[in-house]
């Protein structure tokens, strides 16, 4: 199937979330610190959550922690035109 078939809002729906650190390895240590399950992968880290809502507490606790951060879809940027 090509570009051509693909519905003007196809993947519309889908989203990937990535959380931006200002300062990567104090991010990780604080997380792996607080239990959460943070892997390495090929393109960077992941972190398995267990509910949208912790996202909020994982941004609290860098914030309070002394790091800035940004949630961002990456899926966003991929061209569906």
Known sequence: MGNKNLPANYMADYSVIAL????????LRVLK???????QKADGFEITIDGAGRMTEIAD??????IDCALADIVDQVYQG
Do not use: P
Not at 20 to 27: E, K, S
Not at 61 to 66: A, E, K, N, T, V
């Open 20 to 27: 931006v650190v200002g300062r990567l390895d104090a991010a």
């Open 61 to 66: 606790l860098l914030y309070q922690s002394g």
């Open 33 to 39: 610190d607080k239990k959460f399950d943070v892997r």
